[in-house]
């Protein structure tokens, strides 16, 4: 597909094409996100029951086992940005049968994946929690924590793509409100499971597991009713493996995102332990507990901007994609600004929320707070610059910048401990982000100046 080879047909002429660029960035953004922090809402109260009911071994596990799980999630973020970035670029050339394949095509893409992750961590699970350096209570928690996502993977990987396939099928207040919904489960049964039953981690983790068993039944059964506007039925359902590799293609950029995060939680949690203890592991799943919000909100607003960037992007509107850019690069950095001033104002109330009173697991987290998140604005950019890659098919750009932001961490992670301790591994990730937001803030910028010259419609909206 060639760059603004394609002029908008008349079909194309809905209401993306008839509403200014900021209502219709608002449309898909809010109901984004909302529901990207109702998740990460509820990811939040998994962490405050873990470490009043567990404590600070509990909060280790848990961040022990969360590389592994985030890479499942990251599956789901593939399927879901790539064939809902499919989706709407074929809405936007007026081409509806594309569009039906492509959905037909991500959720054969699910259950392929689920399948493969099930036989996978069967195998290897175990191994890479004790690479992490993973021992005696923190180990146990953790492979019970991974062995119930473990048969569960078709359902973790379902409840994060389908959503964002909805709001790619124009229904963005549904795909809210069925995250939404999710959470409110999840955070019921961890009530029951973790404060009343003592199940401790198992009790997390099939908690989350039934929510999201809840969100793929609701999500699979839409598509086939009148509701959906790519309604399927079972006669229509086909795999195309050409539209499957380019979904895999754009998406693996998102993937990327969750292995960047995965790996570097990792290679923390390994550095934590060996210049550390457990308790600095614990510090660390607080700080990322905190920082998730804000993250998760970066994220809903790139997620929010890819349905209409990529509708732009297959009506041939260069402007159109430059405006909704901008405007959603303003909401990232100033909303990440705004929370490192917060979290830096009142870090021992935050702190508070997970900790059972353990003095050295406060004073611990405190610190990692204020030098591991104060450039977090940046990775939210950097985050919004790989969506918006993908968004406009251009997946080595995306998934270079996905990939970069892993590679350009090593260096700072290899020597930053050994010339500091364990206030280097807080420092690693904020300063070789800003190192990364050098090169990126250009390459993006060049980008959207060349579309904006591009542009084939002469009858731009304005915000």
């Not at 009911?53 to 985030?70: C, R, S, V």
Request: hydrophobic share 50%; aromatic share 12%; proline share 3%.
């Amino acid at each position: 597909m060639q760059e603004n080879s394609t002029q908008a047909s008349p079909q194309s002429n809905n209401r993306i094409d008839n509403k200014s660029i900021s209502k219709t960035f608002w449309r898909y953004a809010i109901p984004s996100v909302a529901a990207m922090l109702v998740n990460g809402l509820y990811q939040v109260i998994d962490g405050i029951f873990v470490g009043h009911y567990i404590g600070f071994e509990g909060l280790a596990g848990i961040n022990m086992a969360w590389p592994i799980i985030g890479l499942i999630a990251g599956l789901g973020l593939l399927v879901g940005m790539g064939t809902g970035s499919l989706i709407s670029i074929y809405k936007g050339e007026g081409n509806q049968t594309k569009a039906h394949q492509a959905l037909s095509t991500g959720l054969g893409l699910i259950a392929i994946f689920g399948l493969l992750v099930m036989a996978l961590l069967t195998m290897i699970a175990p191994s890479l929690l004790l690479a992490q350096g993973a021992t005696g209570a923190p180990l146990a928690m953790g492979s019970a924590y991974i062995e119930v996502f473990t048969w569960g993977a078709v359902f973790t990987i379902a409840a994060g793509a389908l959503p964002m396939l909805i709001r790619n099928d124009d229904s963005p207040n549904f795909s809210t409100a069925l995250m939404m919904a999710g959470a409110v489960i999840n955070i019921i049964l961890d009530y029951i499971l973790i404060a009343q039953l003592d199940m401790g981690l198992k009790g997390a983790a099939i908690a989350t597991i039934i929510a999201q068993i809840s969100i793929t039944i609701v999500a699979v059964g839409y598509f086939f009713t009148h509701y959906s506007k790519l309604r399927l039925n079972l006669s229509t359902l086909r795999f195309n493996f050409r539209i499957a590799a380019n979904a895999v293609s754009l998406g693996t950029s998102s993937l990327f995102m969750y292995v960047y995060f995965s790996f570097i939680i990792a290679v923390h949690n390994k550095l934590f332990m060996d210049y550390g203890s457990a308790v600095h592991v614990g510090a660390f799943a607080i700080v990322g507990y905190l920082m998730t919000m804000y993250y998760l909100l970066a994220e809903g607003i790139a997620s929010g901007m890819q349905p209409p960037v990529s509708y732009y992007y297959g009506a041939g509107h260069g402007k159109k994609i430059r405006a909704t850019l901008i405007l959603a690069s303003k909401v990232v950095v100033l909303t990440g600004v705004g929370s490192v001033i917060f979290l830096n104002l009142f870090p021992n109330t935050l702190v508070s929320l997970f900790s059972n009173g353990a003095p050295a697991l406060a004073t611990e987290t405190v610190n990692g707070l204020r030098l591991h998140l104060f450039a977090m604005f940046l990775d939210g950019f950097i985050a919004l610059a790989s969506v918006y890659f993908m968004s406009v098919n251009q997946d080595g750009k995306a998934l270079g910048i996905s990939a970069g932001n892993m590679l350009v961490q090593l260096p700072f992670l290899y020597f930053l401990p050994q010339w500091l301790g364990v206030n280097g591994v807080w420092l690693s990730v904020p300063l070789s982000n800003i190192l990364l937001a050098a090169i990126v803030v250009p390459l993006v910028w060049k980008d959207i100046q060349r579309k904006q010259r591009n542009d084939v419609s002469f009858n731009t909206v304005t915000a």
